[in-house]
């Protein structure tokens, strides 16, 4: 039976999927639950609630399909069919196609979005997954980014920040303190300190005083790590600046690696990384579990018949 809700009758889809996470959020409260929202939008989940006092994820959908005393969003296709996502933020959609053998589109409009789905299908499927898709839209050379810089710095300041497998700082377009991005890793015994990388990306000329200033934004935020991502390649000067930063050492070993790391677009396209230690995962993104075909628990919302979907 289908059911009728004002919620239905919203054409536009960010519109419609808002209403229902208001929906959720208010039915939720109503049977006792504490609901939250993630800050920012690039959280994999829409909302947070306390269940049975533990935290659940929830990502809300908004569906006609209803099956007991829950809504279920219902994917009907067949393995190697095409999966078209045309707003796949998060990458949801994306990742549940690449698990059920489809082929998939998905579609955004900001590099931090794509740049967060990237590494999401990495660590889901291995970093092997990066050569069955191809990003298109996104510079693949010295004159892509140059344009992309011109056009919007902070797309830019995305997209490289991607490169280097960082995070971009959540923050209001504005003042940024000298952070564009942050990298944290762990070296340390299990139970050891997070330690983190500075990043802070320069899409125009390149100046010493950029370098002189993430040095004392390294020593103010107390960071192992600092890197300067740069259009243009650095001078001689500015790379003896760097290297005057010292070298970071990881306690109880006699690796070594510098404090302040200065890569350009051009190194960053042609495969160089971020010197910092990797016998240990990195922390910098919130890892997605590896794939494996598993129920997913249910949380209900209470009996009896519901009349909207939310």
């Keep these: ?49 306390d269940y049975r006092g ?6 809300v959908k908004c569906t006609i399909f209803h099956r007991g005393n829950s809504y279920k969003c219902h994917l009907d296709s067949n393995e190697d069919d095409i999966v ?26 900001t590099h931090l979005a794509v740049g967060l789905i990237k590494n999401r299908l990495a660590d889901a499927f291995g ?27 902070y797309q830019f300041q995305w997209w490289a920040l991607s490169l280097a497998g960082a995070r971009p700082l959540e923050k209001k377009k ?13 070296d340390e015994a ?26 004392g934004v390294i020593e103010r935020e107390k960071a192992e790590i600092g890197v300067l991502i740069s259009m243009e390649p650095p001078t001689k000067p500015m790379l003896k600046e760097a290297a005057e930063a010292g070298l970071y050492q990881v306690p109880g070993l006699q690796d070594r690696y510098p404090r302040l ?12 990384r971020v010197e910092f230690p990797r016998f240990a995962s990195d922390a910098t993104f919130k890892r997605a579990p590896k794939s494996r075909k598993a129920a997913e628990e249910q949380i209900p919302l209470g009996g009896g018949d519901i009349e909207e979907p939310f």
């Design 127 to 153: 970093d092997s997954v990066r050569e069955t898709y191809e990003v298109i839209g996104e510079p693949v050379d010295l004159a892509g980014a140059e344009k992309l810089a011109e056009e919007d710095k």
């Design 1 to 49: 039976m289908q059911m009728k809700s004002p919620g239905l009758s919203i054409r536009h889809a960010k519109q419609r999927g808002e209403w229902a996470e208001l929906r959720f959020s208010t039915r939720a409260i109503e049977l006792g639950f504490r609901v939250s929202k993630p800050w920012g939008d690039s959280a994999p989940y829409d909302l947070v609630i």
């Design 54 to 59: 533990r935290f659940r994820r929830v990502q």
């Design 261 to 272: 790391q200065i890569l350009s677009i051009a190194e960053l396209l042609e495969g160089k």
């Design 84 to 109: 078209l996502d045309p707003f796949c933020g998060c990458g949801t959609a994306i990742a549940a196609a690449q698990r059920l053998n489809r082929r998939w589109i998905g579609i955004d409009i």
């Design 190 to 215: 299990k139970g050891g300190a997070t330690k983190q990388i500075i990043f802070s990306v320069k899409g125009g000329h390149l100046q010493a005083t950029h370098v002189r200033d993430l040095r």
């Design 174 to 186: 504005g003042a940024d303190q000298g952070i564009d991005g942050r990298l944290y890793f762990h």
